[in-house]
């Protein structure tokens, strides 16, 4: 056990290895490294910005929710005056639509009872004089008769 | 070793012996070495801390090369936790700005968790598979053949790495503090005065103290590396010895060896730790400006 060449060559291995390590093996391993550890922290950073983001959403769908709710209401309140209005008006419709067909019947019954009065009358008096021939069965003076007939008419 | 049933000091002497190619007056020969002083080489050391050093880049290159942001796989995941361990314990300690430091901590520590990791496989496993590879192709004879698994139980390979940070400790000093700035470091503390001739007696004083101070620093760091993990491989080897010893021997070494490689699992990565982290702390103290 004494020194000897031996340490020479454990001198020169020792400043290859180091000078290898230095320059194949610690630079590329460090940058992954390195790599990684931004990486994980852009990842970190982006979850916490989406959480963010995540929060803004949430609460501008329930402003949403809660604007369609009022709107819808509204439409609601809206239709139900409409819905009023509408049948009001079909009401108002079908009462001067049935008024206007109960004066029409109205009008035309009067006019069949004048009808019917004028027709009666007339046969009324036809009747009376070929009755009254009949019944004094003599011939008098026809315009007399005209007369008192035309009397006895206007009195029926 | 040359008998085929070797006595207890025999064995660990021959578990505790390199495998050594070094230069003699008859040009290179192999396992010769007891007076080859410097011109020698742990041939078993130079393999394995290469291999694994080896290792360790190609996984990690191959980790590198193909690194997913997502979906990382179970092989990127762990080694992105080695690479944000270290990386802390490098922004934790050090805080100029220096990209040598962190790639430098993760060669340090990965490298001797391997290295220290060899202490776990079975201490003859390999030596007697390397035995029987020599005999079976190169003829040699049995029992002839050294192999030491574990290059962090070399003097030599703990120390190259400790020297290595000790270049690197003394570069940055001069480079950030200039040549000044490092020489007054080392004279002018810890004993200082405003008197200029006391001044001037104090320095050599200092000089030693500092010195002393800034050799411990390598000195420390390789030996600590080595003794830890070749007083574990020697206890290793002893329990191996001990199973030779009867049934009775045998399952206690069993255990033992056992309990004693479940503690060297806390040891393996403590000692790399601690080596990367004094490296750190070297690094830093090189690198701040009084």
């Known amino acids: ?156 | 070793m040359a008998s085929e049933n070797p006595t207890s000091v025999e064995y660990i002497k021959h578990h505790l012996q390199n495998w050594k190619v070094c230069k003699t007056d008859e040009g290179w020969v192999w396992n010769q070495c007891q007076d080859a002083g410097f011109w020698s080489i742990n041939v078993d050391s130079v393999i394995f801390s290469f291999l694994l050093g080896a290792l360790f880049c190609f996984a990690f290159w191959r980790v590198a090369k193909s690194a997913k942001v997502e979906n990382p796989g179970r092989w990127q995941s762990f080694v992105e936790m080695t690479f944000e361990f270290v990386d802390k314990s490098v922004k934790d300690t050090f805080h100029g700005k220096n990209p040598l430091i962190a790639p430098l901590a993760l060669t340090i520590f990965v490298w001797i968790v391997l290295m220290n990791f060899m202490d776990l496989i079975p201490v003859d496993l390999l030596p007697w598979a390397a035995d029987k590879i020599n005999v079976l192709a190169f003829g040699a004879e049995p029992g002839h053949t050294y192999l030491k698994v574990v290059p962090t139980t070399d003097v030599n390979v703990t120390f190259g790495l400790s020297l290595g940070v000790f270049f690197l400790l003394l570069f940055y000093s001069v480079k950030v503090k200039g040549v000044g700035g490092f020489v007054g470091e080392l004279t002018l503390h810890p004993f200082s005065s405003s008197n200029k001739l006391v001044q001037i007696i104090l320095i050599p004083v200092n000089l030693l103290m500092e010195l002393v101070g800034l050799l411990a620093k390598p000195i420390s760091l390789g030996l600590r590396l080595f003794g830890n993990l070749y007083a574990g491989e020697l206890l290793f080897i002893l329990i191996a010895v001990l199973t030779s010893a009867g049934i009775g021997g045998f399952i206690g070494g069993g255990i033992a060896y056992m309990i004693w490689a479940i503690f060297h699992l806390l040891v393996i990565p403590l000692q790399a730790f601690i080596f990367m982290m004094l490296t750190i702390v070297y690094l830093s103290m090189a690198h701040e400006d009084h």
């Open chain 1, 1 to 156: 056990m004494s020194i000897d060449l031996t340490l020479l060559f454990t001198m020169i291995f020792f400043i290859g290895f180091v000078w290898f390590c230095m320059k194949f093996v610690w630079p590329p391993i460090m940058a992954t490294i390195k790599e990684r550890q931004d990486k994980i922290a852009e990842g970190l950073a982006a979850s916490e910005r989406s959480a963010k983001d995540l929060e803004l959403a949430q609460a501008k769908a329930a402003d949403m929710l809660r604007d369609a709710k009022s709107q819808s209401a509204e439409i609601v309140d809206s239709a139900k005056k409409r819905h009023t209005e509408i049948v009001d008006s079909a009401k108002d419709d079908a009462r001067s639509e049935a008024d206007k067909i109960k004066n029409g019947a109205m009008a035309e019954i009067d006019q069949e009872v004048n009808r019917a009065r004028e027709q009666l009358r007339s046969k009324v008096a036809t009747l009376a004089v070929a009755g009254a021939e009949k019944v004094i069965e003599r011939n008098i003076d026809e315009s007399a008769n005209n007369d008192l007939f035309d009397k006895l008419v206007k009195e029926l």
